[in-house]
């Protein structure tokens, strides 16, 4: 019994090895097998299935987070909590959970956009969301002035925690991780919103991705529309040079002679899916086709679209879709880091749409800042993966959320 109990160990060890190093698609019955040197029938035998596997895996993760969530706890048992500390505890929260050897974050983040994981880990994936809501809870519940992040700080931090996986190593992310919670915490006491020097520093040097302007019909266009389709079906893995020239029925040289080379081809795939995807009244270079929203009920059933989960025969939310396609280009800059850039040219301007479409979008009641605007857009991104990994309760409805995130990071009269 110790033996098998001792394989197992192992095996889990290395499954969040593979899954760090490679995501969760590389994560076979085989390939695990070889990696602790047993046959396959020892790994059969313990987990049976690759579900079974999946859901061993993210039980063991489980047990590492919530060990690491009590540390965390434990530590700042009885620290002044304050605008100051609570950024430095939060900077300090999200850097660690990046860390090269954590690997049983890197299992909840490759799960969140996999939905075979999805489908084999559900209950895991929620207990995780818990862990995480209540150990929040429990901190800022010694601070209660800082009591409305609460509600939020969960998904705001499962989004940001995935750009630090990408970013954390960077000069400028940190930068912008310290301003942007340094606003955050300043928003949880209602103190008046700080200046934005690094967003505007960062925003300032960006040269802001264009739609491929192509001629209907032309191969360029075909091609990126083929990528989009597969990057919005499977994700950024699914677009190869034989995935796309098949289906377009062309030569595998066909993307090298339009596009360069494949990481050139699929950033521009990546935006191409993104400018195809948006609605029209989130598209800030658009004219308005609608009336701006009259309150938050109105603004809350507006964007509560945009949170729909997939459904059979129906598409998801954009921002379901978005949050899932920038969580796997975080996914794999770390494991990749030519997708660095891309991944800061993300985040660099995070809400720099949602600030350019406030006076259009957002009800007359609201003054929503630069600030502001930062963090509603990541946390309906963080918000938008857990609603479609994880099945809310029925408790909520998206509006509600909606409605508790609005009156959370924006002012309002």
């Known amino acids: 019994m110790a033996h098998a109990a001792d394989i197992r160990t192992q095996a889990m060890a290395a499954a969040m090895a593979i899954i760090a190093d490679h995501g969760v698609a590389a994560l076979s019955i085989r390939d695990l097998a070889q990696a602790i040197g047993k046959s396959t029938?020892?790994?059969?035998?313990?987990?049976?299935?690759k579900a079974g596997l999946l859901a061993a895996t993210a039980e063991a993760a489980m047990e590492m987070d919530a060990a690491f969530h009590a540390r965390f706890l434990a530590q700042t048992d009885g620290a002044p909590l304050n605008r100051q500390t609570l950024r430095v505890l939060a900077m300090g929260y999200i850097i660690g959970r990046a860390a090269p050897e954590a690997h049983f974050v890197r299992v909840w983040e490759e799960f969140l956009t996999d939905r075979e994981a999805v489908m084999a880990a559900g209950p895991q994936l929620r207990a995780w969301a818990q862990?995480?809501?209540?150990?929040?809870?429990?901190?800022?519940?010694?601070?209660?002035?800082?009591?409305?992040?609460?509600?939020?700080?969960?998904?705001?931090?499962?989004?940001?925690?995935?750009?630090?996986?990408?970013?954390?190593?960077?000069?400028?992310?940190?930068?912008?991780?310290?301003?942007?919670?340094?606003?955050?915490?300043?928003?949880?006491?209602?103190?008046?919103?700080?200046?934005?020097?690094?967003?505007?520093?960062?925003?300032?040097?960006?040269v802001p991705p264009q739609p491929p302007g192509l001629e209907a019909g032309s191969m360029k266009l075909r091609l990126l529309d083929i990528a989009a389709n597969l990057i919005m079906e499977g994700g950024v893995g699914a677009v190869t040079n034989r995935s796309v020239t098949q289906l377009a029925k062309a030569s595998t040289s066909t993307i090298l002679y339009h596009f360069g080379d494949m990481r050139g081809f699929v950033a521009e795939a990546i935006w191409h899916s993104v400018f195809r995807e948006i609605p029209p009244y989130l598209d800030w270079r658009r004219p308005l086709d609608l009336q701006r929203p009259a309150d938050l009920d109105d603004w809350a059933r507006l964007m509560a679209t945009t949170l729909q989960p997939a459904s059979p025969g129906g598409q998801a939310g954009f921002y379901v879709k978005y949050a899932r396609l920038i969580a796997q280009i975080c996914l794999l800059a770390r494991r990749d880091p030519a997708f660095q850039d891309l991944a800061a040219?993300?985040?660099?301007?995070?809400?720099?749409?949602?600030?350019?479409?406030?006076?259009?979008?957002w009800p007359p009641q609201f003054v929503l800042t630069r600030m502001s605007a930062a963090h509603f857009a990541i946390w309906i991104k963080g918000r938008a993966l857990l609603?479609?990994?994880?099945?809310?309760?029925?408790?909520?409805?998206?509006?509600?959320?909606?409605?508790?995130?609005?009156?959370?990071?924006a002012s309002h009269a």
Do not use: C, K
């Open 387 to 409: 609603d479609a990994a994880i099945a809310p309760t029925e408790e909520t409805t998206p509006e509600d959320r909606l409605r508790v995130a609005a009156l959370a990071f």
């Open 345 to 361: 040219l993300l985040r660099g301007p995070e809400g720099g749409g949602t600030y350019a479409r406030r006076e259009a979008i």
């Open 131 to 206: 862990l995480r809501q209540r150990a929040w809870a429990e901190l800022l519940a010694r601070a209660p002035t800082f009591s409305r992040l609460a509600p939020v700080l969960e998904p705001y931090l499962t989004m940001e925690a995935l750009y630090a996986s990408a970013l954390a190593g960077r000069a400028d992310y940190q930068l912008l991780l310290g301003e942007a919670l340094d606003g955050l915490m300043a928003r949880g006491l209602d103190a008046p919103p700080p200046t934005t020097p690094v967003i505007e520093w960062i925003e300032a040097g960006l």
């Open 41 to 49: 029938t020892v790994i059969v035998n313990l987990f049976q299935t």
